[in-house]
Structures are given as C-alpha cells and as structure tokens.
C-alpha cells in the first residue's frame, strides 16, 4: 500500500471525486470529514500563514482507499515554536475515510505509520474520534498509539427510529417535566411561530450569528461571564460555516420568530444520512424565563418524527444535563496525541554511563535549594490516561493512572486551589519546566461557585459532572503549562480535608522522590507544615516559594495569560463550565494584570 501527502489546494480539488466516492461508500465517514466541509474549511484557513495542508492518502493498486484529512498548524507552547497536526476541518466528530472493500485496520496502519514517519509535526492533536470507529480502534490495538489514545466527552443522542410520531415519544415519557408547560406559556405569552429554514434561506448565518452574539453580550453584560465568545466574531469559523451552509442539503435551522421576521430562538443541525447532528442554538436574552431550549427542541422532534427522515439526533460532544432529560443513550469520543520532545538548542554531549546535568534555576531559586537532576527517562507505555477511579466513596482522580517510581529531576509544584498557578508561581511561569509535575491539594468546587454555576445551566449538575468539569479546567491549565495529563495528581471533591491532602502529598512524593517538591506561598501554615514532614519521612527535597510583595503588580506573559483562559473558558457542550474564574479574575486583579483582553492568547480561537 502506497501513503502520499496532499499540501496543496490544485492536489486537494483533484482529489474531489475519490473522496467523494470513498464518503458515499464508507458507512463510519464523519459529516465533517466530507469533501465539502474540508474543502470549507481550507478556503478559510487556507489564506492564514500558521496552517498548511497535510491531506494523507492511502492508495492500493493505484486506488484511493483512505484518506486522513489533516493540517499543520504553527502554534507556540510556553514560547516555543511548535507545529501541531490536526484535523483540517471543524466538528464534533472527525477520523479517516475509508473504502469499505479493504481491512479498515490496514488501511488505518498505513495512515497512522505514514504519520509517524513524518518528521514535520511536534504534536500530533486528532481530537473527537467516535468510539469504535476504524482509527481509535486501530490505535488502541498497537503498542505505539495505544498509551495516547484518551477519553475526551460524551455525545448523547436520541434514538427515533421506529418512533410513529411525537405523541408516541411523549407516550414512552421521554419528554422532560414540564416542556408542554413552558411551551404553553411561551405561546400565550408571545406571537412566535416555528419555522424550519434549510442551508443560508433568509440569511438565516448571520442572524443566527447575530442572534448569538446578542446573548453572550447579555451574559456578560447581565451575568458577568467574561468568558462568553461566539463564533460569530471569528472570521475564519464564519467563513467556514458559510461554506458549509452554501453546501445544498447539509444544513437544516430550526427555530421560532415573530410576525415581522425577527429571530428569537433556534438551533441548527447539519444533515448527514438519517442522523441530524446539532451544531448550535441561541435564544433572545428577553425571553430566557421560558426553557426555550427544551421547548424548542419538543418542537423539533415533533417535525422531524412527522417527516419521518431521522433515525438519530446527535445533541453534539458534550455532558450538558438537559441533554440527558431527553435521552439516556450516549457515545463517546477521544483524543490521539502525541507530543515529541523539544530539540535543545545546546544538548549535552553524550557521556557513558549518563552523568548528571544541573537543574535550570529559576530566579526564585537559591543556591541551597539547588540539587543535580537526573536525564529524565523516555515515559514507558502505559494505560489510557486521565481515567476516573471510584476509591474510598468519591471519585478520585491520578491522571497519570499508571505511577511510575523512579523519574529523577524536575520539578513538582503544589496547587493549593484551581487558579493559584497564577498568583503562587507567577515569575516562574515563563520560565521552562521541561519536566514539571501538577499536584492540586484542593480541586474544590465552593458552594458560591456552584451556586453559581447551577444558575447558570439551570439544572443543578451533579457531583460527577462537577468533578469532570473541574478536572477539564485542571488539564487544559496544565497544558499551557506544557505539562500532560500523566504527569497532573489531583482529587476533584466538594470538601477536601487534611487528611485527602495528606494522601495526595504521599502520593506525589512516592512517585517522584528525586524531584525538587515546590511549596506555594498561598498554602496555609498546617499545609505547608504537613507537606515538609512527609518530605522530611521520605527524604524529598523540598522549596518554599517566597510570597510576591506587597503591592507587586505582575506583567503576564503568553503562558500566564493561557492559563488564565482555561480557567475562564465556557463551553458546556464539552463539560466546561468556568466553575474557577472567579479565582482567576481576582488574582489578576490583585496583581494588576487586568482583565483578559479578547485578542490576547487568553481569549478562545481556535478553530
């Protein structure tokens, strides 16, 4: 089998009729793998100098047989340059085209080793991989994609085939509480009518953009949420939606509007087979006392059981309570990455045996608190990461589940609340860690910041969700950090106590007893006092980090601001729900660094 690379448009256009033919053919092709929606998303990011076209095409016989539509993307992680590939399109749901004539497995092995072999990329990020399909299958069955292959969120979904209708469904009580009412009210209440506009009709983009951008204006406005944004406000998405919406038969618009036209409510899904897959949906600020989601969803599903050609209704990635109201059938998606290691700029001449290299210091650092660290080791394969476990009645969490004794060197910084990176370690936050640990003594959720929250998304969320929601605030700040979820010890619970921190303590020190163990100056004196007696008992070196004085104002740099954006990142679809911000917020203030600006690296634009 043959494997080349598309890097150009003329290429990419030549490839149209294969890649149609293989989308026709293959039941497991994604909607936004098809040749349209990538071909949308090239002409809007095509013309940015960061992306570069990275099509791989597998072909048996002078045939077409796969095709893994990527892009390399030049981003900077802790200031430092690095090309990242990806996905050259934009969804919940991505993976290869496949001709179903050939073993899906050979074909993927051919794709995935074309990939390794490719000396281009730093980070390999293939975000949003059904579970069970052909490439998350075939990566979970090698030893080489096996350990990086992770969990990413769940995508509920209703399941209507054979359902005779929307009075069949409500029959089956599947309609949650109180929808008719709220229905009711709402038409009583106002002169709305339920409207289905197909593709760009009416302009329906640009008022469902307009229409978005007026709510997230109003929640933060109203609300406070500085985190909101809306894709209407990056031209790159716009143009890649209006690409897609210019596509005939791939977009279907749901919604309610008043008798001179105006749009108050609506949700859009892209058409693909028998399967309606929801994109997004938007509300009048005026009218969010009325559940519109639910109410117009209890619409929706009355037109389309009526019409008779939809099987599945895919809510879209993400844990979203209300979505489990209307169906308790879900599927699950993952994350392939891999990070290569940065190249030093002067590595050290190989010796025999290894000797050891000094510690980089930062400028916190002093002479009596310096110890040589070892090379660390090259991480050995181990099970899937980022793995909830059930231990002792709560949820706990080791995101590297395997713990590997042993590692030398680096450096271990203790969190004692989501956020404080900011504040406890903000002159060192630039600074290289090339192996940096994450332990986070209290991943709390308070009760104001729950209060908060459950008014927010109106249906209480419970305490698994919550914990998963402030496990994806942890790793995502860790990754601008530079640090992987293995190497992040944390017990997301609702009230931590000494004794929980005790254990993580321990935890951390056992598994990394060569590391220079960094203490906060936010922990409290008991805290503080209780991580130098283990490290006293164990033998583990350990640094007090001196508290910023009185009055310091701190000049935040790309990293900083990166981690303050995951914080303050909102996107409940995916389970994020900002439940830290006010942390973050507060400490920028104290510190002077201000509110995130909308085009700093804080603000959320990728695509």
């Known amino acids: 089998m043959d494997v080349d690379i598309v890097r150009d448009t003329a290429a990419l256009d030549a490839l149209s009729a294969d890649w149609t033919r293989l989308d026709a053919a293959d039941p497991g092709a994604e909607f936004y793998t ?51 590939l990806r996905f050259a399109s934009h969804g919940d749901w991505m993976g290869a085209i ?165 749009l108050v409510a609506a949700r859009s899904a892209f058409r693909h087979g028998r399967t309606l897959l929801s994109w997004t949906s ?81 400028p916190l650092t002093t002479a009596a608190t310096k110890e040589p660290a070892t090379t660390p080791a090259a991480p050995a394969p181990g099970g899937l990461l980022q793995r909830l476990r059930r231990r002792g009645g709560r949820t706990a969490l080791c995101l590297g589940n395997t713990v590997r004794r042993g590692l030398g060197g680096g450096e271990v910084w203790y969190v004692v609340r989501p956020g404080d990176e900011l504040i406890a ?45 402030v496990v994806a605030e942890l790793t995502a700040a860790a990754e601008a950090l530079g640090v992987t979820p293995e190497r992040i010890i944390a017990d997301p619970t609702l009230a931590p106590s000494l004794s929980s921190r005790r254990r993580l303590v321990r935890r951390a020190m056992a598994a990394y007893p060569a590391a220079r163990h960094r203490i906060p100056p936010a922990a409290a004196p008991e805290l503080a006092e209780l991580i130098r007696t283990e490290a006293h008992r164990l033998g583990v070196a350990v640094v007090t980090t001196p508290a910023p004085a009185p009055g310091t104002t701190t000049e935040l740099g790309p990293t900083g601001w990166a981690v303050a954006a995951a914080y303050r990142h909102w996107d409940p679809d995916s389970g994020r729900y900002a439940v830290h911000r006010a942390n973050v917020s507060r400490h920028l203030a104290e510190r002077g660094a201000g509110p995130v600006s909308p085009s700093s690296p804080a603000s959320p634009s990728s695509p």
């Not at 969010?288 to 008779?308: S, T």
């Not at 929250?453 to 419970?462: C, I, K, Q, S, Y």
């Open 34 to 84: 098809r040749f349209p929606v990538v071909r949308a998303w090239w002409a809007a990011f095509g013309e940015d100098a960061a992306y570069d076209l990275e099509v791989v095409v597998a072909r048996h016989n002078g045939a077409v047989v796969g095709i893994l539509p990527l892009a390399r993307q030049r981003i900077s992680v802790r200031r430092q340059p690095r090309t990242q």
């Open 98 to 262: 496949l001709d179903p004539c050939l073993n899906p497995r050979t074909v993927c092995r051919a794709l995935l080793a074309a990939l390794d072999a490719d000396p281009s990329w730093d980070i390999l990020s293939l975000d949003n991989l059904r579970a069970g399909s052909a490439l998350a299958a075939t990566a979970l069955a090698t030893d080489r994609w096996n350990p990086h292959l992770t969990h990413r969120v769940e995508h509920p979904w209703i399941d209507l085939a054979g359902v005779a209708g929307l009075a069949a469904f409500e029959a089956a009580g599947r309609v949650p509480d109180k929808t008719r009412k709220y229905r009711g009210r709402l038409l009583r209440d106002h002169d709305v009518r339920f409207v289905v506009r197909a593709g760009d009709d009416v302009d329906m983009l640009d008022r469902l953009g307009r229409l978005h951008q007026r709510e997230k204006d109003h929640l933060i406005a109203d609300q406070g949420r500085t985190e909101r944004h809306s894709w209407f406000e990056s031209a790159q998405r716009l143009a890649h939606y209006r690409g897609i919406f210019a596509t005939p038969g791939a977009v279907v618009t749901f919604g309610y509007e008043r008798p001179d036209g105006e």
């Open 282 to 362: 938007t509300y009048h600020p005026d009218l969010r006392d009325y559940r519109l989601g639910k109410v117009l969803q209890y619409d929706i599903l009355g037109h389309v059981l009526a019409a008779g050609e939809v099987d599945v209704f895919d809510f879209g990635a993400g844990r979203y309570p209300w979505k489990f109201e209307w169906t308790d059938r879900f599927t699950s998606s993952y994350r392939l990455r891999v990070e290569r290691e940065v190249a030093s700029a002067s590595p050290t001449p190989p010796a025999s045996p290894p000797t050891p290299v000094a510690t980089p210091t930062s």
């Open 425 to 469: 370690y903000g002159p060192l936050l630039e600074s290289r860690h090339p192996d940096l640990r994450l332990v986070h003594l209290s991943c709390a959720a308070t009760a104001p910041q729950r209060e908060v929250v459950n008014d927010e998304v109106r249906d209480p969320l419970n305490p698994s969700n919550l914990a998963a929601a």
